[in-house]
């Protein structure tokens, strides 16, 4: 049995059939209706793959639920981003574009250590202290998504979506969690 409403993850050896499993038979059957007790959530249900998280050196919890769209965008819409004359597009950790001169957006050192200069994140410093509703990019980045979602007003995209990982019991993560750690 398989809950609703919860994060489950799916684990065996490596040729088990986990994804056939996953794809062919719990996702169709959800989408179907068939098979399960309970009612699946408004928003619907998600499958994340491993192979989504492992193969992005700069996905991060933010980029795989889709919130990084709103972030950036908001950010990019701020006082002091206007002034600067930065876009959406620059608040992304390629080359560049936002990504650290040191770690090049991957967020990690040569020892595989989380970036010293950037914290893990990936971006430049000048755009993690960029500010939006008194909180750094940094701040929201590194802030547990329960503790995020107090601060959000109602409406939006944002909102939503960090209540959805909230409920499937993800609400200690951040935002700028790589998606290699989930």
């Keep these: 049995e398989l809950p609703l409403e919860r994060l489950v993850a799916i ?46 050196p700069r996905s991060t919890l933010a980029t795989l639920s889709g919130a990084w769209t709103e972030i950036r965008e908001a950010f990019a819409d701020g006082m002091e981003a206007r002034i600067r004359g930065l876009a959406p597009g620059d608040f992304v950790a390629q080359p560049r574009k936002g990504a650290c001169k040191v770690c090049d957006g991957k967020a990690l050192d040569e020892d595989g250590l989380p970036c010293p200069f950037c914290a893990g994140l990936g971006l430049r410093d000048d755009l993690l202290d960029l500010r939006l509703r008194e909180r750094s990019l940094r701040e929201w980045l590194q802030t547990p998504l329960s503790e995020l979602l107090g601060r959000l007003p109602h409406g939006g995209l944002l909102r939503p979506r960090l209540e959805k990982l909230c409920r499937l019991g993800m609400g200690s993560r951040c935002l700028g969690e790589r998606g290699r750690n989930l």
């Design 11 to 56: 684990a065996g050896v490596s040729g088990s059939g986990k994804t056939t499993l996953v794809e062919r038979e719990l996702a169709e059957r959800l989408r179907k209706g068939e098979g399960f007790s309970g009612e699946l959530p408004l928003g619907g249900f998600s499958v994340l793959l491993e192979r989504a998280l492992g193969h992005g």
